[in-house]
């Protein structure tokens, strides 16, 4: 209930068809166990009309949402007894009585100065609300009357965590977040009262006045009254600078203790290093750029305090990609699809399912293609400093200067790595200060070797994810600084532009953003805490970005193509004497498989020619549909005799993967103004280090 109404059962949705079947669930769920009557749900769902229609189209929503209910195995749910009917719900199973259960718990806790254990609960409720209660029933009085009174709770639970948070010393912490809550409800004189205190505690005793004297205005200027006896008395204490009101010391001994560094091995054998933070129901993992390093990190104060904020959201998952930080190193060059291992892997290792995707600079394609390809493991994605490719290409406005940025990277880890010099990029700001320069010197000595940043700075040349855009469907952020000197306004913007209702932020300062220096760190938290509360979690998706092998026999049947496709991690559609149709996650997995089956034809005396293509597909049931489909078919009939042709798209996702091509042209595949370029497979030797 605390959002868009959904029902699980055995971890599948509900299938609920209709409005007013799902207006007649919401009513008998507001009153969970309790007999709602016939008259009361006739009254509020179809008011004014005739009895005897009414009462039929009563029964029509109660028959369908007793079969959607059997087919759950839950036909005991809904129970007849006069005068009406009774929803039965167990305890724990209802979110907004989990919400007052945990809501309670939290506010015992508090008055019992047990202020950690109380944050811990209320953190918990407010993790339960994916959005506004009960939206969609606004046109029914109960449920909106519930929605009203949730919604107080909700605020009233976020009053008492504030408190909790700063009996605990993380004013730091709370900053932001009551920023917008004074923003959104500028009348709570209670957040009001915390926002000053945690700007006093933190140092910023001018901040702390400026917000009474907002307030005062607010106030003065809509209802002709002054704030009341507590705030006035608070702002007297700061002016006064009060001892009393320091409170505890902001980041406790255990607050400001580094997280455990852990490792998890790979399918492909590489050991990864990653760190979890924080608490809650959301998951965030943070896929990191070119550099960084778990345990350094954390020496850093304005470092620590983004990341920490960052876990107040929810559990924060860091990680070191392959060849960098505490992570083993790759053998040599490695494609997205191959990296993108390290977020499967860490993610289990870690217990986490679903989760928020932060991609910041590099890592953001591989975010991208990880979010387009595994929908249901993403429940939102954060794309920052980020590009979809970094240099010009047609139909691609963006890139200008990229050339020269690469250049001086790559001139910098050639001759003068660990000297700090890539401050100029990735923090221009701090740039006149030699302190600032050592320590990021030492950061590049110890996040990545010169070789292997080399041979990244090589691989994200050629990267260019605009294919997959179109292909994600789960809600976006995309955060851009306008100083960034790396990935210019331009990147974000396009991004932005090309991803379905994405949202866009827009700010001053550097590509880093970690450093509290590089740009408004407290309104960018403020952002980032505002999109997740906004987003509600995605359902089950039913088109997904699929890699897809058609092959074209012209000799009869292959006999192993099934054992082929399943040692390649595919998914065999269809097997016939005239060829097979798999999909694959990855089109690196896709063109081995389809190597293997074309060398196996040829042993058998049979030649076959094989299509790639990577697009978005419909799922329908066992099958796939869609125009990837056919624009598959379509390039494995242009295929000549024992080749692998495919198309863009795919040679662009398999950068670094070691896979040659030879161009085969352009080619009308969906529509006579739709011209793709395709490639043949040559050869799978390693790129150079």
């Not at 029902?7 to 609920?16: F, H, I, K, R, S």
């Not at 107040?312 to 990296?339: N, Q, V």
């Not at 990855?586 to 389809?594: E, F, K, M, Y």
């Amino acid at each position: 209930m605390l959002g868009p109404l959904e029902v699980t059962a055995g971890g599948q949705p509900l299938g609920l068809a209709g409005a007013r079947t799902r207006a007649v669930l919401a009513l008998l769920l507001v009153h969970a166990n309790q007999v709602v009557s016939s008259d009361r749900l006739i009254e509020e769902l179809w008011p004014g009309q005739l009895a005897d229609k009414a009462t039929d189209s009563l029964q029509v929503r109660l028959s369908e949402l007793r079969k959607a209910l059997r087919s759950a195995g839950e036909a005991d749910r809904l129970v007849t007894r006069p005068p009406g009917y009774l929803l039965r719900v167990a305890p724990g199973e209802l979110d907004a009585l989990r919400f007052e259960q945990l809501a309670t718990e939290g506010g015992v806790a508090l008055a019992a100065d047990d202020a950690a254990t109380a944050a811990q609960c209320l953190d918990q409720a407010l993790g339960l609300w994916r959005g506004s209660a009960l939206a969609g029933f606004d046109t029914v009085p109960s449920a909106r009357a519930e929605a009203g009174r949730l919604e107080e709770q909700r605020l009233a639970t976020l009053e008492s965590r504030a408190e909790a948070l700063l009996a605990c010393g993380r004013h730091r912490d709370l900053i932001a977040e009551l920023e917008t809550l004074t923003a959104a409800h500028p009348l709570r004189e209670r957040f009001w009262y915390q926002r000053m205190l945690a700007l006093y505690r933190a140092g910023r005793q001018a901040d702390a006045l400026r917000a009474y004297r907002e307030l005062r205005d607010i106030l003065v200027g809509e209802l002709a009254i002054e704030p009341g006896p507590e705030l006035r008395e608070l702002h007297a204490r700061i002016l006064r600078q009060d001892p009393a009101l320091e409170g505890p010391a902001a980041h406790q001994a255990d607050h400001d203790a580094a997280p455990q560094t852990r490792y998890v091995q790979t399918s492909d054998g590489i050991h990864i290093a990653f760190q979890v933070i924080g608490e809650g129901e959301r998951d965030m993992v943070l896929v990191p750029g070119l550099m960084s390093h778990l345990e350094l990190i954390w020496e850093d104060h304005e470092t620590a305090d983004f990341y920490r904020r960052l876990a107040g959201l929810g559990r924060l998952i860091l990680f070191d990609k392959r060849d960098t930080g505490m992570s083993d190193r790759a053998s040599g060059a490695m494609s997205l699809e191959e990296r993108m291992e390290d977020v499967r892997a860490v993610m289990q290792a870690a217990g986490s399912s679903r989760a928020v995707l932060f991609g910041y600079s590099e890592g953001a394609p591989m975010s991208i293609l990880f979010a387009a390809t595994y929908p249901e493991r993403v429940t939102a994605l954060i794309l920052a400093s980020a590009s979809a490719r970094w240099f010009p290409a047609h139909g691609y406005p963006c890139g200008q200067g990229a050339e020269e940025m690469y250049d001086a990277l790559r001139d910098i880890a050639a001759h003068r790595w660990g000297q700090g010099e890539s401050i100029e990029w990735y923090l221009p700001s701090r740039a006149h200060s030699a302190r600032a320069r050592q320590l990021l010197g030492r950061f590049e000595r110890m996040a990545v070797n010169p070789s292997a940043f080399l041979r990244l700075t090589q691989m994200i040349h050629d990267i260019d994810v605009r294919a997959v855009l179109p292909a994600i469907h789960v809600p976006t952020l995309v955060i851009q600084r306008l100083n960034d000197r790396i990935t210019p306004p331009c990147h974000g913007r396009y991004l932005a532009s090309h991803i379905a209702g994405a949202r866009y932020f827009e700010q001053a300062g550097d590509h880093s953003l970690r450093f509290a220096a590089s740009g408004d760190n407290d309104a960018l938290y403020a952002e980032i805490a505002d999109f997740l509360a906004t987003t509600s979690q995605p359902g089950d998706p039913d088109r997904v970005l699929a890699t897809i092998l058609h092959t074209k026999n012209t000799d009869g049947p292959t006999t192993a193509s099934r054992d082929l496709v399943r040692g390649h991690r595919g998914r065999l559609i269809r097997n016939r004497a005239d060829g097979l149709l798999a999909t694959f996650d990855a089109p690196g997995q896709a063109i081995r498989c389809a190597a293997a089956v074309l060398a196996h034809g040829a042993a058998a005396g049979i030649q076959v020619r094989a299509g790639i293509h990577t697009g978005e597909v419909d799922l329908v049931g066992e099958d796939i549909e869609g125009a990837s489909v056919q624009i598959t078919d379509r390039v494995a009939a242009l295929a000549r005799p024992a080749e692998i042709l495919v198309s863009r798209t795919v040679k662009d996702l398999v950068t670094g993967a070691g896979i040659t091509f030879a161009e085969r042209g352009s080619h009308v595949l969906n529509g006579p103004s739709d011209e793709w370029p395709l490639f043949a497979v040559t050869g799978f030797g390693a790129v150079a280090p």
